[in-house]
């Protein structure tokens, strides 16, 4: 097939843009690279049948003739939402709106990205897909949420009325290579800090708690929903969940950081828990996670450490 990823420079889209061309697809990724970074994806530069476009998806757009929309452009990290509000919220309604009429113009299928903040700070444990959320529309991080809860409206509606073929997968917490250091996360805040040797800031008394999922599992999980005739939104994500004071201990363990641990005022709107119900995705697709959290956090060290510029260490890490 040839496929069209938007958000392609970004951590998970250039992950998928892998993914696909090894499955022996054509890609075209476009991205206006005001999150992504074309480092994420300079190892294609020979890849004849990847492309790359720069262009943001809210200007229209006509890139050929496609088989598959896969529509990951929007900022995605809290320290990227905060600071591009607007840009978040343009993204969510007019930018997936384009993506949907390229889809559509060409019967393309598409799959859209969306996330587990559609749920807010929820007050069902673990959270399904038919719960509809508690999130405040006013807050901070309503550009972010509230984009994302658009986003899936405005693809339903064209499943429902216009007869899209469309797919909706809501992304828990991700991590592994190639996510920014500097981009507020809880995974990539911790290992910076601890491969540092700088204090771990844990915001709140870190009993909050949230589900890891590795970028390789996500991928998978993905990939199967793409290419499966479910339409209603679906949760992929690891359903081990963790606080955040745990995950701390464990980046402690993992790099033999002396850091300390110290604590912070809770960001407002923060989520009081976050745990996926992957019901459905083990029913429907036949997925679930492999690898937990610290068997994920040796595979992505390396590259922290590399991108701090910092001395390499042999450790080998077995799945299986």
Not at 178 to 197: E, H, M, T, Y
Request: with cysteine; net charge negative; proline share 6%.
């Amino acid at each position: 097939m040839r496929i069209l990823i938007t958000g392609a420079a970004g951590f998970l889209g250039s992950h998928l843009t892998d993914a696909l061309l090894a499955e022996g697809h054509s890609v075209v990724g476009i991205d206006n690279l005001c999150t992504g970074s074309l480092e994420n994806l300079s190892h294609l530069t020979k890849e004849p049948r990847f492309e790359f476009r720069e262009h943001d998806i809210c200007q229209p757009f006509d890139f050929g003739r496609v088989d598959y929309v896969f529509n990951f452009a929007s900022p995605a990290s809290p320290q990227d939402y905060l600071r591009l509000g607007v840009e978040t919220l343009d993204a969510g309604s007019t930018g997936t709106r384009n993506a949907l009429e390229y889809a559509q113009k060409y019967q393309a299928r598409f799959l859209h990205a969306s996330t587990s903040e559609c749920y807010g700070d929820p007050a069902v444990h673990p959270q399904t897909e038919d719960y509809w959320g508690n999130v405040n529309p006013v807050g901070p991080r309503s550009v972010y949420d509230e984009a994302k809860r658009f986003s899936e409206a405005l693809v339903m509606a064209y499943h429902r009325y216009r007869k899209a073929d469309t797919r909706i997968v809501r992304i828990f917490n991700t991590y592994g290579p190639r996510l920014k250091p500097s981009d507020g996360r809880v995974i990539s805040n911790f290992l910076i800090q601890a491969l540092r040797g700088e204090d771990i800031t844990v915001y709140g008394d870190g009993s909050q708690s949230r589900s890891f999922c590795y970028v390789s599992d996500e991928i998978e999980g993905i990939l199967r929903l793409s290419q499966s005739e479910v339409h209603s939104p679906i949760n992929i994500g690891n359903p081990k969940e963790w606080t955040i004071l745990d995950c701390a201990k464990a980046v402690l363990r993992i790099t033999g950081s002396t850091s300390r641990i110290i604590h912070r005022p809770l960001p407002e709107d923060d989520p009081a828990q976050r745990k996926p119900d992957i019901s459905r995705a083990k029913e429907l697709l036949g997925w679930e996670p492999r690898i937990d959290l610290e068997t994920g956090l040796k595979l992505c060290l390396e590259y922290f450490r590399k991108s701090l510029a910092l001395p390499a260490v042999t450790d080998s890490v077995t799945l299986s």
